[in-house]
């Protein structure tokens, strides 16, 4: 064996050749590191996991070198990350939350590190990001990751929370499930259109994966039982009359179905959702149309017994209405009584603090009171200690210059009850109208909180919705930005290709010393090479033109349709006013054809004084209608008898110059009178 062979490493790669790492970053313990697009020397093969399938490569800046495997190892540089992305930089993720396998974990509205581009099914497409906690980097889905921080979820919900469904239970063809009543774990926002903020991603036990719920069917409060003291999966039969139903569902007399949850129409607290053989979704079921026995089965049990049940049954669910309305109220009232306890106290504070505070005028007279009742005390001991006996002649000379004082003082601050009275009203009717002050200047400030919070929560949700709408957007720029990014990048990349064949075929044939013939050979591949280099180029820039092509397409398609529905209501309204004109032309065409009806009148004597004075017809007054009267005006003048019967009084009035004086009836006398010389007839005359 000659001393210069040497083994061939994997790939058919040389010692000292420059590779670039297309992997995702990682550190190691000892201070090394592996960087996403650094070039680094081919030292020899890999070792240990790698082994026959990797490379050790020695990177700029490390101490030793690192097993590669060849999945992430290639000659040219690898292209710039998805969403112009850079290493680094911190991505919020706002799908729903998840666990996997490995004990790695994603929470949404966590922040994690750029480390690479996304492997598998989100290649292309996605991006490596390592949160905290996680042992290693995650493939993440780039229209899932934002710089910017997600919003709120829906309902001032948070990630972590437990909520119960209270719709009707479901099953998918994944083979999850929706049971109503069941508590699951709230994982992020709704992403499907019909839930898209408002709904909730939720996770419940035994799923695969997690499922969007809209708001209204989730609570924090675990759902009250079935009305009737049913259960969920009990099997009732439908005893009502046969229905369908707009959505396709059917009710059909004696057929049995599964309870999957409360009733959430019209019976609602008085019914179940059903979900029967051949009907696609559940339907509400009144409870007076249930049963457990079987209507279309001959029963052993007599009919008697059977009503009694039912009536039994029925009892006993009015009872548990009652009761649950009863504690409703109770609680009601409980909570009305506390509220009035409170108020009564607040009014005693505030009524003990205002007796504390009293005018200095009360205060005097509450004083002066006080004084007399002392004076009056001390003459009346002073009185009766002077006639019982003689021997106080000296406390009575005592007293009398008391008593003398005393009535000084009394006339001095005397204060009528009167007096006394309207202070104690004035001060109570002010403090009464400072009270009421204080209660109208609190529910006005409670008002204005009230109305504040609203214009707040109307404001988050206009924010929420904006910032929604242009994360669509930028979402939809970005993919197409990232389309023609990846046409170019294609293009240059299959260019870049030619061309290094181009200079690797020079150099093989540099050193051969070819004939001419050779080398003109050589030179004819190299330039069929390039040339198809090139035509790639091209087909790659005419299927990017194409693509714009196609969109433009779409776009006038959408126009063309817009115009379709356009000029369809232009010829429903048409439509509409053909009718309409049609209905004018029959109901002309019915007045006239009753004027024909009519017919010639019959000879009579001439009209009389009485007949004239009423007006006059062929025979009585009653012969002809004033439709007819009209119409036979209409007739004579040759004017148009379709318009109303307004509008053809005044064209004939116009037409022979009468005024228009008087009622319509009066008018229409008139004219006949005028053109058939008489009062009114009730035919047409011979002319």
């Known amino acids: 064996m000659a001393c210069g062979a040497r083994s061939a490493l994997p790939g058919g790669h040389d010692l000292g050749e420059q590779l670039y790492f297309t992997g995702p970053n990682h550190s190691f313990e000892d201070g090394d590191k592996l960087t996403h697009g650094k070039q680094g020397e081919v030292v020899g093969p890999a070792t240990g996991e790698h082994q026959g ?32 992305h850079d290493l680094g930089e911190q991505l919020y993720w706002t799908g729903p939350s998840q666990s996997f396998k490995s004990a790695n974990t994603l929470a949404h509205g ?21 949160f905290t906690g996680n042992t290693g980097p995650i493939n993440c889905y780039l229209p899932w990751l934002s710089r910017e921080k997600p919003p709120p979820l829906p309902g001032d919900h948070e990630t972590g929370e437990q909520l119960y469904f209270t719709g009707p239970s479901q099953s998918f063809e994944s083979g999850d499930k929706l049971t109503h009543g069941q508590s699951g774990e709230v994982v992020g926002p709704a992403t499907t259109a019909a839930h898209q903020g408002n709904g909730l991603k939720m996770q419940f ?29 009990d099997r009732l039969y439908y005893t009502g009359v046969n ?19 409360p009733a959430t129409d019209k019976h609602q607290g008085n019914g179940l959702k059903l979900q029967f053989p051949g009907n696609r979704s559940s339907q509400s079921v009144n409870i007076a149309s249930l049963s ?6 001959v029963s052993s049990v007599p009919e008697n017994v059977l009503r009694a049940r039912r009536a039994l049954a029925a009892r006993r669910e009015e009872q548990e209405r009652a009761a ?3 504690a409703s109220r109770a609680a009601e009232d409980n909570a009305a009584e506390a509220e009035r306890r409170q108020q009564l106290a607040a009014e005693l504070l505030e009524e003990e603090a205002a007796a504390k505070a009293q005018p200095p005028l009360q205060e005097a007279g509450r004083r002066r009171r006080k004084k007399q009742s002392g004076f009056r005390g001390s003459r009346s001991s002073t009185t009766e200690g002077a006639e019982g006996s003689a021997d106080c002649s000296d406390s009575t000379s005592r007293a009398a210059p008391a008593r003398e004082s005393a009535s000084e003082s009394d006339e001095e601050e005397r ?27 609190a529910a006005r400030r409670e008002r204005e909180e009230r109305l504040e919070r609203e214009a707040r929560a109307e404001a988050a949700a206009a924010a929420a919705a904006e910032s929604e709408a242009r994360g669509r957007r930028q979402q939809a ?64 820039r005419v299927r990017e033109a194409t693509a714009g092509s196609e969109a433009e397409q779409a776009r006038l398609e959408a126009e063309a349709a817009r115009a379709r529905e356009e000029e369809a209501r232009g010829r429903e309204e048409a439509a509409r006013s053909e009718a309409e004109e049609a209905t004018a032309r029959e109901e002309a065409l019915t007045v006239r054809l009753a004027a024909l009806e009519l017919g010639p009148p019959p000879a009579a004597s001439p009209p009389t004084a009485a007949n004239n004075a009423v007006g006059g017809d062929v025979g009585s007054p009653c012969r002809a209608t004033l439709p007819q009267k009209v119409s036979r005006i209409c007739a004579h003048l040759g004017l148009d008898a379709r318009s109303s019967l307004s509008a053809a009084v005044a064209a004939a009035n116009e037409s022979t110059g009468v005024a228009a004086e008087g009622g319509l009836l009066q008018q229409v006398d008139r004219l006949i009178a005028m053109l058939f010389g008489g009062p009114q007839t009730g035919a047409p005359e011979e002319s």
């Open 53 to 84: 399938n990797g490379l050790k490569m020695q990177f700029p800046g490390n101490k030793v070198s690192i097993n590669c495997s060849l999945s992430n190892l290639r000659r040219e540089r690898p292209p710039p990350l998805p969403g112009d």
């Open 110 to 130: 966590q922040q994690g590190e750029v480390v690479g581009p996304a492997t598998g099914e989100h290649q292309g497409n996605g991006l490596k990001l390592l």
């Open 205 to 233: 036990p035994g799923n695969k994966v997690a499922i969007n719920c809209s708001l209204p069917r989730l609570s924090r409060e675990k759902p009250p039982p079935l009305p009737g003291g049913h259960r969920l999966g």
């Open 243 to 261: 229905k369908s139903f707009k959505s396709g569902n059917k009710l059909m007399y004696g057929q049995q179905g599964a309870v999957v949850g």
């Open 292 to 297: 457990r026995d079987d209507p279309c089965a």
């Open 324 to 326: 649950a309305a009863a």
């Open 415 to 441: 204060v009528t009850p009167a007096e006394e009275a309207r202070r104690a009203e004035e001060s109570e009717r002010a403090a009464r109208q400072e009270r009421q002050a204080r209660l109208l200047e």
């Open 477 to 540: 720029a970005r993919a197409a930005e990232e389309e023609r990014k990846r046409a170019v990048r294609q293009a240059l990349v299959d260019e870049m290709e030619a061309q290094a064949r181009q200079e690797e075929a020079a150099r093989a044939a540099a050193p051969l010393r070819t004939t001419q013939a050779e080398q003109s050979s050589t030179r004819l591949a190299i330039e069929q090479a390039l040339s198809q280099a090139r035509s790639d180029a091209a087909v790659a």
